[in-house]
């Protein structure tokens, strides 16, 4: 029996310990009932600037940090359409049969690397004809030019056999083009897609043969609101993030901005770029993109300085080691901070810990966090 009346009494003791320490807005009613002096505890009546507490009197010990200063960002986001830096639809320009594909579907192929050869038998044989003509024209003009200083060929004769040269140098010129058509190449440096031809496949002149992109870059097609067109230029930094690779923000600028505001939408249409050294973007791809644009600067204070009541937010400031109670709007949060609208000076000092006691011009010690802590002989 006596060992559960101890017990009672230790947690009917230990209830109104925390009782006190943690709702000091009892203190005065447990004051006149008695509770406090049953217990030997002291209880010091607020004085006229607002200080005072429990166990005794003094300045409250608060922690606090400095106002700083932080602008409020004007984000936009937007969704855009990824394409690649460059992309070329290889085509033929003759009509013949495939004999040589020279790339590899998917892979990547360098400028000028073979992409499909076409029978060419006819056209080397048109280029030896016309090389055997061409030899015949010069050897028939240098004799006649040999015997011109004899007097045995007329002007004219010699003028015909120079023209039936130039002629078959231009038969040689388009026997070399017509056997430069077999060879197709590529145009730029790239990757290639998967073809619709094979070997011994036909094609006739303007087939669509390969696409080459090249994707070192790619290019987002975006628009932002026209409230936003004379803040946005070429250069300025923005924040993508791919549909397809969740939880990875890549990071490019703006690459050309349009010249006018499509009067449909009221927006304005701006290209971005992003950097693909690692080759894991490709055109067509879903981006959500953010510009940010930077807006007016504002105090900021710690997240735990705000304070809140039913007139609204506010914070406590150290001013001449009283408690000053500054009425405050909050404009943006941020991980870090809170950018406020209020009478706050940049460098002024915001209480952030021990908050619980005070009241306008109370007088309050600063202490450091780790200090604040071991400074438990008085809770605040």
Do not use: C, K
């Not at 090389?131 to 010069?138: H, S, T, V, Y």
């Not at 050309?256 to 449909?264: E, G």
């Not at 953010?290 to 204070?301: C, I, K, N, R």
């Not at 005070?358 to 010690?365: I, T």
């Amino acid at each position: 029996m006596f060992r559960q009346l101890l017990l009672s009494a230790l947690v009917i003791a230990g209830t109104l310990a925390l009782w006190i320490a943690y709702v000091p807005s009892w203190l005065p009613f447990l004051d006149r009932i008695g509770v406090l002096d049953l217990v030997g505890i002291e209880h010091v009546e607020a004085d006229e600037q607002g200080g005072g507490g429990w166990g005794g009197g003094g300045p409250a010990t608060v922690v606090a940090e400095p106002v700083t200063e932080g602008r409020i960002d004007d984000r936009v986001a937007a969704i855009g359409d990824g394409r690649a830096r460059r992309g070329v639809d290889v085509r033929s320009d003759a009509t013949g049969q495939v004999v040589e594909i020279g790339f590899a579907p998917g892979g990547r192929v360098e400028e000028g690397g073979l992409i499909v050869r076409l029978d060419d038998e006819a056209e080397r044989i048109a280029l030896e004809r016309a090389e055997l003509m061409l030899a015949d024209a010069r050897e028939d003009v240098e004799r006649l030019e040999r015997l011109a200083g004899t007097g045995s060929v007329t002007e004219v004769r010699l003028r015909e056999a120079e023209l039936a040269l130039r002629q078959a140098e231009l038969a040689l010129r388009q026997a070399e083009y017509d056997l430069s058509q077999r060879t197709i190449r590529a145009p730029i440096a790239g990757w290639t897609g998967v073809p619709d031809i094979e070997e011994g496949d036909r094609v006739t002149s303007g087939d669509v043969l390969v696409t080459i992109t090249d994707r070192s870059e790619i290019l987002i097609d975006f628009r932002v609101p026209e409230r936003v067109a004379s803040r946005i230029e070429a250069g300025m930094p923005l924040e993508a993030r791919a549909l397809a690779l969740p939880g990875r923000t890549l990071e490019g600028e703006v690459h050309a901005v349009d010249a006018t505001v499509d009067r449909a939408s009221r927006t304005l249409r701006v290209q971005g770029r992003l950097p693909n050294e690692a080759d894991l973007l490709r055109a067509g791809m879903a981006f959500e993109v953010a510009l940010s644009f930077p807006g007016e600067t504002l105090p900021a204070v710690d997240p735990l300085a705000v304070q809140w009541s039913g007139d609204g937010a506010y914070v406590w400031t150290v001013r001449d080691g009283a408690a000053v109670r500054v009425p405050v709007a909050i404009r943006q949060r941020n991980a870090e901070s809170v950018l406020v609208e209020g009478e706050l000076e940049i460098g002024e000092m915001v209480v952030t810990e021990g908050v619980q006691n005070l009241r306008p011009g109370a007088e309050v010690r600063i202490a450091e966090p780790r200090a604040a802590l071991e400074a438990g002989a008085r809770p605040l």
